[in-house]
């Protein structure tokens, strides 16, 4: 084990009744038991029960609704942490310290916002999370690795198990240890194979989240925050499993979707969230909603907090991200609890929920970050990882026309005077291929965001010496007429712009302008290969018969050359499909077992090819 992965590894998440016994802090003095008293909840060598117990039993009312609170970074200073004795904070999707902020500038931060909490009374340290769903993404030059999609089409979960090591030493480059991942939702059904397999393979690391919970994968037409029709056993056998398989492991952490079961909203399914997770899956972790879960209970939006607050907390949440409104749900939660319209034994079990994790983390014994994991961020290894992911998730759709021979791989090195065409709007775009949820929440477009290869970057580095690569990002038809003798063949690379949740909901789910122009221009005259950069599965049919090769990226992430590495024939495409690919979106929603079943490309569908011998 590396000196990085030992140091990461005393989070400790498995959340049982015994905890690992850290260096000890003081045992005397501190507040709650008046000064030299001895703490036991101080003590790493008492049991974690008793810890949990003692320091239950000293905390007010307002020390436990503090928390349950979770506070926005832009709002967290250290004395808005010690003064309402916040128990979390998190970054939403681009909340950063600064533009380009290194590592030190995260670690500095953090460890700002817990002083205030190490200066309460009690000195009960807060637990900051962030959103690491396929990188830890909010964070300037790290490691973008390929949205779950295509990581579903790799088959291949001991390699997700290292992305997941990966990410997690990322994070904890920055002071954080709390990620909101994985994201374990999927389709209808995850037909074969291991139905939503959790992203939790750097649990050692960091503290984990299952989300969305539970089945925000089965939205009637695929809306965000929609609403799951489904019988109980649909229910179980098709969105639960995911649940099941993270709670065995031990995961720390669920967050609760902002969609609707049958029209009851998650965020207010008592039975799901205490009788099915807590109760019956017996999950010992804390369950924290979405972003600003609570005020969309009601219609419209934080129409009647107060009535909001209790149906969420009563449901079974137990750290609620509220993000901005502390004041307002701190004072509301205060005044539920003081007129009995929630009982103090749901506020203890909250709570006891909230130090379990934090005692098991070792968060008492080590509540500050330091910078000695800066190098983990964006290392050359966890590059080489991802473009390695990269390679896996390629889906070969398509590898030549009918009577002919194969396009791909294509060759490196071509006869002088012959040149290579590289066109689309997404060749170069480092953005595009990291999609949502990469430096901002809806991601951003271009070069300038973060750093990485682009395809073209790639293709640049694949293609032989003496072999001349023309770029055009949109080329029209007279300029592929005047100059298709030049070419020996095309590589079309298109897609979709980013995205993240609703924004992304899309009921055509065409390629975007001006991908088909571009297809169609090049395409038709040009033997190609077309690269489709997407988050899902896309109308393509009206262009297969022109292309000659069809690959599925997905969303690659930083690491484009892992896209030149197949398509030159370094490595072989082995890639799956993780979902059916339909014909036209008037089939949807279409799955394994439906009558009739006529996909374009069914579930699990991929073609191979081998290594090239140069």
Same mark, same amino acid.
């Given at each position: 084990?590396?000196?990085?992965?030992?140091?990461?590894?005393?989070?400790?998440?498995?959340?049982? =009744?015994? @905890?690992?016994? %850290?260096?000890?802090? &003081?045992?005397?003095? *501190?507040? !709650?038991?008046?000064?030299?008293?001895? /703490?036991?909840?101080?003590?790493?060598?008492?049991?974690?029960?008793?810890?949990?117990?003692?320091?239950?039993?000293?905390?007010?009312?307002?020390?436990?609704?503090?928390?349950?609170?979770?506070?926005?970074?832009?709002?967290?200073?250290?004395?808005?942490?010690?003064?309402?004795?916040?128990?979390?904070?998190?970054?939403?999707?681009?909340?950063?310290?600064?533009?380009?902020?290194?590592?030190?500038?995260?670690?500095?931060?953090?460890?700002?916002?817990?002083?205030?909490?190490?200066?309460?009374?009690?000195?009960?340290?807060?637990?900051?999370?962030?959103?690491?769903?396929?990188?830890? =993404?909010? @964070?300037?030059? %790290?490691?973008?690795? &390929?949205?779950?999609? *295509?990581? !579903?089409?790799?088959?291949?979960?001991? /390699?997700?198990?290292?992305?997941?090591?990966?990410?997690?030493?990322?994070?904890?480059?920055?002071?954080?240890?709390?990620?909101?991942?994985?994201?374990?939702?999927?389709?209808?059904?995850?037909?074969?194979?291991?139905?939503?397999?959790?992203?939790?393979?750097?649990?050692?690391?960091?503290?984990?989240?299952?989300?969305?919970?539970?089945?925000?994968?089965?939205?009637?037409?695929?809306?965000?925050?929609?609403?799951?029709?489904?019988?109980?056993?649909?229910?179980?056998?098709?969105?639960?499993?995911?649940?099941?398989?993270?709670?065995?492991?031990?995961?720390?952490?669920?967050?609760?979707?902002?969609?609707?079961?049958?029209?009851?909203?998650?965020?207010?399914?008592?039975?799901?969230?205490?009788?099915?997770?807590?109760?019956?899956?017996?999950?010992?972790?804390?369950?924290?909603?979405?972003?600003?879960?609570?005020?969309?209970?009601?219609?419209?939006?934080?129409?009647?907090?107060?009535?909001?607050?209790?149906?969420?907390?009563?449901?079974?949440?137990?750290?609620?991200?509220?993000?901005?409104?502390?004041?307002?749900?701190?004072?509301?939660?205060?005044?539920?609890?003081?007129?009995?319209?929630?009982?103090?034994?749901?506020?203890?079990?909250?709570?006891?929920?909230?130090?379990?994790?934090?005692?098991?983390?070792?968060?008492?014994?080590?509540?500050?970050?330091?910078?000695?994991?800066?190098?983990?961020?964006?290392?050359?290894?966890?590059?080489?990882?991802?473009?390695?992911?990269?390679?896996?998730?390629?889906?070969?759709?398509?590898?030549?026309?009918?009577?002919?021979?194969?396009?791909?791989?294509?060759?490196?090195?071509?006869?002088?005077?012959?040149?290579?065409?590289?066109?689309?709007?997404?060749?170069?775009?480092?953005?595009?291929?990291?999609?949502?949820?990469?430096?901002?929440?809806?991601?951003?477009?271009?070069?300038?965001?973060?750093?990485?290869?682009?395809?073209?970057?790639?293709?640049?580095?694949?293609?032989?010496?003496?072999?001349?690569?023309?770029?055009?990002?949109?080329?029209?038809?007279?300029?592929?007429?005047?100059?298709?003798?030049?070419?020996?063949?095309?590589?079309?690379?298109?897609?979709?712009?980013?995205?993240?949740?609703?924004?992304?909901?899309?009921?055509?789910?065409?390629?975007?302008?001006?991908?088909?122009?571009?297809?169609?221009?090049?395409?038709?005259?040009?033997?190609?290969?077309?690269?489709?950069?997407?988050?899902?599965?896309?109308?393509?049919?009206?262009?297969?018969?022109?292309?000659?090769?069809?690959?599925?990226?997905?969303?690659?992430?930083?690491?484009?050359?892992?896209?030149?590495?197949?398509?030159?024939?370094?490595?072989?495409?082995?890639?799956?499909?993780?979902?059916?690919?339909?014909?036209?979106?008037?089939?949807?929603?279409?799955?394994?077992?439906?009558?009739?079943?006529?996909?374009?490309?069914?579930?699990?569908?991929?073609?191979?090819?081998?290594?090239?011998?140069?």
């Amino acid at each position: 084990m590396t000196t990085a992965a030992a140091a990461c590894s005393l989070l400790l998440l498995q959340l049982c =009744g015994c @905890v690992a016994v %850290a260096a000890a802090l &003081p045992m005397k003095g *501190g507040g !709650g038991g008046g000064e030299g008293a001895y /703490l036991r909840y101080k003590d790493p060598k008492q049991p974690l029960n008793t810890r949990i117990d003692d320091l239950l039993r000293r905390m007010t009312l307002a020390e436990k609704i503090g928390q349950m609170s979770q506070i926005e970074r832009e709002n967290a200073t250290a004395d808005v942490v010690n003064k309402y004795l916040i128990g979390s904070v998190l970054s939403g999707g681009g909340s950063v310290p600064a533009k380009n902020a290194p590592p030190q500038a995260w670690v500095k931060m953090v460890n700002g916002m817990q002083s205030g909490a190490l200066s309460t009374r009690l000195g009960i340290p807060i637990i900051y999370g962030i959103d690491a769903v396929h990188g830890h =993404g909010n @964070v300037y030059k %790290a490691t973008i690795f &390929p949205h779950n999609i *295509g990581l !579903g089409c790799t088959r291949d979960p001991e /390699l997700a198990q290292r992305i997941g090591a990966a990410v997690a030493l990322e994070v904890r480059a920055t002071g954080i240890p709390y990620v909101f991942a994985p994201c374990v939702a999927g389709e209808i059904p995850a037909s074969g194979g291991r139905p939503g397999a959790p992203y939790i393979a750097g649990q050692r690391n960091v503290a984990a989240c299952s989300k969305h919970y539970v089945g925000d994968g089965g939205t009637t037409k695929g809306v965000n925050e929609g609403n799951t029709v489904a019988s109980f056993h649909e229910l179980m056998a098709v969105h639960m499993p995911p649940y099941y398989n993270a709670v065995i492991r031990g995961v720390s952490t669920v967050m609760v979707s902002f969609s609707s079961w049958n029209g009851v909203k998650m965020h207010a399914n008592h039975f799901l969230v205490t009788d099915h997770l807590k109760n019956r899956l017996r999950f010992r972790g804390f369950i924290i909603s979405d972003w600003q879960g609570l005020d969309r209970i009601t219609t419209p939006d934080h129409a009647d907090y107060l009535l909001s607050i209790k149906l969420g907390i009563l449901a079974g949440i137990d750290m609620v991200m509220i993000p901005y409104t502390y004041t307002e749900f701190i004072d509301d939660l205060t005044l539920l609890v003081q007129n009995g319209t929630i009982p103090m034994s749901r506020i203890d079990d909250a709570v006891r929920r909230i130090l379990r994790v934090k005692f098991t983390m070792g968060l008492f014994e080590n509540p500050y970050a330091d910078t000695s994991l800066v190098g983990e961020l964006g290392k050359q290894e966890h590059r080489d990882l991802a473009r390695e992911a990269v390679r896996k998730s390629l889906v070969l759709l398509k590898n030549g026309k009918p009577g002919a021979k194969p396009l791909l791989p294509l060759p490196k090195k071509l006869s002088y005077g012959v040149r290579v065409l590289v066109a689309g709007s997404h060749a170069d775009d480092l953005g595009s291929q990291c999609g949502g949820w990469t430096i901002t929440w809806q991601g951003l477009t271009g070069n300038n965001l973060t750093a990485g290869t682009t395809i073209l970057d790639g293709i640049l580095r694949a293609v032989g010496p003496g072999t001349d690569v023309v770029y055009s990002k949109n080329p029209d038809a007279d300029f592929v007429q005047q100059n298709k003798p030049l070419f020996d063949y095309a590589i079309v690379v298109v897609g979709e712009p980013p995205y993240a949740e609703t924004f992304g909901d899309n009921l055509n789910l065409t390629i975007p302008a001006p991908g088909p122009d571009i297809i169609q221009n090049v395409c038709g005259s040009i033997r190609c290969v077309v690269v489709l950069v997407s988050g899902r599965p896309l109308v393509v049919e009206p262009f297969i018969d022109i292309i000659d090769a069809l690959v599925a990226a997905w969303l690659p992430g930083t690491e484009g050359q892992g896209v030149s590495d197949v398509l030159f024939g370094d490595y072989g495409f082995t890639g799956k499909l993780s979902r059916t690919w339909f014909r036209s979106v008037d089939q949807l929603p279409m799955n394994v077992g439906d009558a009739p079943y006529d996909p374009l490309f069914p579930f699990g569908f991929g073609l191979q090819t081998q290594p090239s011998t140069y």
